[in-house]
């Protein structure tokens, strides 16, 4: 939802990978120093872990999936 922010910390991500495709809105996604900003169509693969966030700074919802898969 708008305006809404959801942390997870490097230990949640040590043994997985992921990408994340944004389907509509805009998502901020803080992977450790860097932010990310992606639109619909975007997709983004996660480097090594990292304290990472995803954020919905504007006024309409963000819908994004998240693929994973186990190392």
């Given at each position: 939802?708008?305006?809404?922010?959801?942390?997870?910390p490097?230990?949640?991500?040590?043994?997985?990978?992921?990408a994340?495709?944004?389907?509509?809105?805009a998502?901020?996604?803080?992977?450790g120093?860097?932010?990310?900003?992606l639109?619909?169509?975007?997709?983004?693969?996660?480097?090594?872990?990292?304290?990472?966030?995803?954020?919905?700074?504007?006024?309409?919802p963000?819908?994004?999936?998240?693929?994973?898969?186990?190392?």
């Amino acid at each position: 939802p708008p305006g809404a922010e959801v942390a997870y910390p490097a230990a949640a991500f040590a043994f997985i990978r992921q990408a994340i495709w944004v389907l509509s809105g805009a998502l901020e996604f803080a992977e450790g120093a860097q932010v990310h900003r992606l639109r619909p169509g975007d997709c983004l693969e996660l480097g090594p872990a990292a304290d990472c966030a995803f954020r919905n700074a504007g006024r309409t919802p963000c819908r994004y999936l998240v693929a994973v898969v186990k190392r």
